[in-house]
């Protein structure tokens, strides 16, 4: 139909924006139970890495398959964030109800959400690594950790777009259809030019 150059651009582009739009779905779904939101974002990446950058077709077969073989580090990683998550919110409350009004717990409260900030461009590196390469869950947490001091530039502005994502799902909730794919896939980008400086071809996805 169109055989122009024009026109098979605009496909790919159309072709690229359902991608987003499926991947979403699936991420939002997925991510439902909170717990299982870390998988969903393993999954989201590598399905990223191939039905969109790879051009790869079977969209849920990829997401579901990667789902799958990165539910236990994944749920780990994620779980232990919620944890200290937890506690901030529970801290919070108790500085807001006036039960807990301390110097000491106002200094843990703002250091309890400086860690949660910060932590974000953390998780989303380990998420990716561990979708993508197969050098065990220690080796996960070293080389993200490592990563993210290493290439503090990137990871900031991985955090600029975990925030704005987050601010404008907030705002306007029907963009969860599309937006975490599109934002994932701007970071996708940013962390596969950090993982190819270091990780040996033979161990990647």
């Not at 590196?125 to 070293?142: N, P």
């Not at 950090?194 to 990780?199: C, H, K, P, R, S």
Request: aromatic letters at 14%.
């Amino acid at each position: 139909m169109f055989h122009s150059k024009g026109g098979q651009e605009l496909i790919q582009k159309m072709n690229k924006l359902a991608n987003y739009l499926i991947i979403s779905l699936l991420w939002s779904v997925c991510s439902l139970p909170i717990i299982t939101m870390g998988a969903a974002t393993s999954a989201m990446y590598l399905t990223l890495h191939k039905c969109v950058e790879g051009e790869k077709d079977y969209i849920l077969q990829t997401y579901f398959q990667a789902f799958k073989s990165t539910f236990v580090y994944s749920t780990i990683i994620w779980t232990s964030y919620l944890v200290v998550l937890f506690i901030f919110m529970i801290n919070q409350g108790l500085l807001e109800m006036g039960l807990a009004h301390s110097p000491m717990n106002q200094f843990s409260q703002i250091f309890l959400m400086i860690i949660c900030i910060c932590a974000l461009p953390f998780l989303i590196t380990t998420f990716g690594y561990v979708s993508r390469f197969t050098d065990g869950f220690r080796q996960a947490i070293s080389h993200s950790f490592i990563f993210s001091i290493i290439h503090i530039k990137s990871m900031m502005t991985i955090l600029f777009i975990l925030l704005c994502t987050i601010a404008l799902i907030w705002l306007v909730p029907l963009l969860t259809v599309i937006l975490p794919a599109f934002s994932m896939y701007k970071i996708y980008q940013k962390l596969e030019i950090i993982y190819t400086q270091y990780i040996p071809d033979g161990l990647g996805e």
